[in-house]
């Protein structure tokens, strides 16, 4: 197992970068020994260096541990735990929970669609933002909640939600 105090910060490649992946894959791999119950923690090791798992990863690692590519599609789509498409460096979470929603998260919600260009559980394609929603933050007494990265913002109005990722831009 590679030793965790080597991981460095994740770095986004995208697909176009494929040299880069191909490089950044057979870094990962050599620390392996090719065999079927490291699929996992290879999948985690991936995402962790590249910050998703990539198509091409997913066909590399299968061809790696002598796995069809469906049981490697397969894993990687039933854990939450693994991202198939790329995140944003900022993350934005919109409490949807009940709490919020009565106190007007969808409008929250909308104005943060609009500003972004994107819908719930997109990424802008500069990567800049992630737009996720959460079921609920635990916080209902500062409803609505709109957690930035890791901040969290109570009472959230749709003015104070542009004046949120203008500041998060800066
Ligand atoms: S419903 Fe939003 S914090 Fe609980």
Redesign the pocket.
Known sequence: MPNPSTVQDPQVLLPEQGGNIEERLNEILSSYQGSEDELIPILQRVQQVLGYLPEAAMKRVAKFLHLPESTVFGVGTFYAQFKLVPTGRNTIRV?R????HVRGSAKILGEMEKQLGIRAGETTPDLEYSLETIA?????A????VVTNDKVHGRVTAPKAKEMLNKEAQ
């Open positions: 409490c929970g009940t709490a919020c609920c933050f635990g916080s209902c500062l409803a609505p909640v």
